[in-house]
Nanobody, 119 residues
Framework: VELVESGGGLVQSGGSLRLSCAAS????????MAWYRQAPGKQRELVAR??????NYADSVRGRFTISRDNAKNTVSLQMDNLNPEDTAVYYC???????????????WGQGTQVTVSS
């Protein structure tokens, strides 16, 4: 399985960006998707996750970010509004899939996309 992110970039404080992540390969069933981020000198942290229905959010982004899934296309998106410099980080897509034949589950990470918010 490969996860490919897109949509990062440079934005001014108060602006918006939309990140997208597409899963491809021998997917089977994607049972969970999420976005993490890692700022320089800090640990990777969960930003938002979605299994089915509504997403769950870190306190720092709740009300500003929205995660969504398209199960038919095996994609997950993160709409980020009212960005501030503290949101600057590399954002990673994360997924858990279940193989069709074996039923085993696996975890996958994307390569990351840089989001920079200027003050």
């Amino acid at each position: 399985v490969e996860l490919v992110e897109s949509g990062g970039g440079l934005v001014q404080s108060g602006g918006s960006l939309r990140l997208s992540c597409a899963a491809s390969g021998n997917i089977g069933e994607i049972i969970h998707m999420a976005w993490y981020r890692q700022a320089p000198g800090k640990q990777r942290e969960l930003v938002a996750r979605i299994t089915s229905g509504d997403g769950n959010y870190a306190d720092s982004v709740r009300g500003r970010f929205t995660i969504s899934r398209d199960n038919a296309k095996n994609t997950v998106s993160l709409q980020m509004d009212n960005l501030n410099p503290e949101d600057t980080a590399v954002y990673y897509c994360y997924a858990i899939n279940r193989e069709s034949v074996s039923g085993r589950t696996f975890q996958w990470w994307g390569q990351g996309t840089q989001v920079t918010v200027s003050s």
